[in-house]
């Protein structure tokens, strides 16, 4: 027993630093794993407040730019608004309660934002009191930012579309070849759609968009624009860059798209299980 | 490249007087690096990489100032200023190579740890060595 403390005692320091070590080590893998509730994380009380106190300060220095965008933004919808082709025509046809849709947007701010790491998170100023819940998807009015995946009571944390753990659905918007939005990790302005099929007409310049078939996005928001493609190593798969419309360096508000089917759409899904 | 980051954080440990208790000194490493894991969305990897140089500093404390160090009588702003710089590189590289390796959490992005530790290093020091020579302790 004596031998035991001494052991302890001897090598406090060692057996304190593989303890804090591996403390650190397992909340290092923990948050490499997809989708867990975490603590220690940027929408948590502490945190969440402290970047909204100084986001509060900053956003004035920004008003201007953002003023631009929402009237670029209003421009776009004017536009076309007023140029529905028959009024008349339409009204006879157009459902209301169909039209109303299964997605809810949302307005948010963002009160923090990195770019420059390999795993890039966001955080917005508004949480589960807002009815804003893990896995919904967040974009702004140019482009897809990225997918919550942790909700507090008043903030919520985004994984950017720049991060290692993000895979969204994507396509082409002139045919209905798709494939996976990844990121490299090399520059926060181009991203990578991978696994895209030999046979579609991949062109530089074309669009991308969102492709619908998660519930998380709606079908059709814009992504970016092809800049460059390589086959892959089989030459059976594109792996296309595309240069995001989006700046992730400079975003200040954002929309939260809530799906409102989604838990009846879960509970299909369930079944199974 | 993209985007550098220094982290002028680790002047508080390289400058946190030598002669405090070890497991002292690596527990506030941990706290330290935690809060700033929190802030930053990171998991544990600032706590580990803090609560790594905090343990091993000793040793490169003796490594780089010799026996010197073994006395308690060394003060980083009355060193010699190559064994200073060596001090910090050290303290540096190390950090922000457990950092990367880390953050990437594989071993096929080798190339990009390396350049990315080699950048962000050179710019830290650059902050250290800065922030260093501005806030010089009062001689009396």
Same mark, same amino acid.
């Given at each position: 027993m004596q031998q035991i403390f001494n052991f302890l005692i001897r090598n406090k320091n060692n057996i304190l630093f593989l303890l804090l070590f591996g403390l650190s080590l397992f909340l290092t893998i923990q948050s490499h794993s997809?989708?867990?509730?975490?603590? $220690?994380?940027?929408?948590?009380? $502490? !945190?969440?407040?402290?970047?909204?106190?100084?986001?509060?300060?900053?956003?004035?220095?920004?008003?201007e730019e953002y003023n631009e965008r929402l009237l670029e933004e209003n421009n776009l919808l004017r536009n076309k608004l007023s140029n529905v082709p028959d009024t008349l025509f339409n009204d006879t046809f157009i459902d209301s309660t169909v039209y109303e849709g299964i997605y809810e947007f949302r307005t948010a701010r963002v009160i923090n934002n990195n770019y420059s790491k390999v795993d890039n998170y966001i955080t +917005?100023?508004?949480?589960?009191k807002d009815n804003i819940? #893990?896995?919904?998807?967040?974009? !702004?009015?140019?482009?897809?930012?990225g997918i919550i995946d942790n909700a507090s009571k008043n903030y919520s944390r985004v994984i950017s579309i720049l991060n290692s753990d993000s895979k969204i659905n994507a396509q082409l918007k002139k045919t209905n070849h798709f494939g996976s939005l990844v990121w490299n990790g090399k520059d926060p302005n181009i991203i990578q759609l991978i696994d895209v099929p030999r046979l579609a007409p991949v062109k530089k310049g074309d669009t991308i968009i969102t492709?619908?078939?998660?519930?998380?996005? #709606?079908?059709?928001? #814009? $992504?970016?624009? $092809?800049?460059?493609?390589? +086959?892959?190593e089989n030459g059976s798969y594109y792996t296309i860059d595309i240069k995001l419309f989006n700046d992730m360096t400079n975003i200040g508000h954002v929309y939260v798209i809530v799906n409102k089917d989604r838990k009846e759409i879960r509970e299909l899904e369930d079944i199974d299980d | 490249m993209g985007f550098i980051n220094p982290y &002028?954080? &680790?002047?508080?440990?390289?400058?946190?007087?030598?002669? @405090?208790?070890?497991? &002292?000194?690596?527990?506030?490493?941990?706290?330290?690096?935690? =809060?700033?894991?929190?802030?930053?969305? =990171?998991?544990?990897?600032?706590?580990?990489?803090?609560?790594?140089?905090?343990?091993?500093?000793?040793?490169?404390?003796r490594f780089s100032f010799g026996i010197s160090y073994d006395y308690q009588t060394v003060k980083l702003s009355n060193t010699p200023y190559g064994a200073r710089l060596s001090y910090i590189i050290l303290m540096v590289l190390l950090h922000n190579l457990l950092l990367f390796i880390l953050?990437?959490? /594989?071993? /096929?992005?080798?190339?990009?740890? &390396?350049?990315?530790?080699?950048? @962000?290093?050179?710019? @830290?020091?650059l902050l250290v060595l800065i922030s260093l020579t501005l806030f010089k302790p009062k001689r009396r």
């Open positions: 997809f989708h867990k509730s975490k603590f $220690i994380s940027s929408a948590n009380f $502490i !945190t969440g407040g402290i970047y909204k106190k100084a986001n509060n300060i900053q956003s004035y220095f920004y008003l +917005l100023d508004k949480g589960r819940l #893990p896995e919904s998807g967040v974009v !702004t009015s140019q482009g897809i930012v492709g619908g078939k998660s519930l998380i996005f #709606p079908r059709g928001i #814009p $992504i970016g624009n $092809i800049v460059g493609f390589a +086959l892959d | &002028l954080y &680790l002047l508080f440990l390289i400058v946190y007087p030598f002669n @405090t208790p070890q497991g &002292l000194f690596m527990l506030i490493a941990f706290l330290l690096g935690l =809060s700033i894991d929190t802030f930053e969305d =990171s998991g544990g990897i600032h706590a580990a990489a803090c609560v790594f140089i905090a343990y091993i500093r000793p040793i490169i404390l953050e990437m959490f /594989s071993f /096929s992005h080798v190339y990009l740890i &390396l350049k990315k530790t080699f950048f @962000t290093s050179i710019f @830290t020091i």
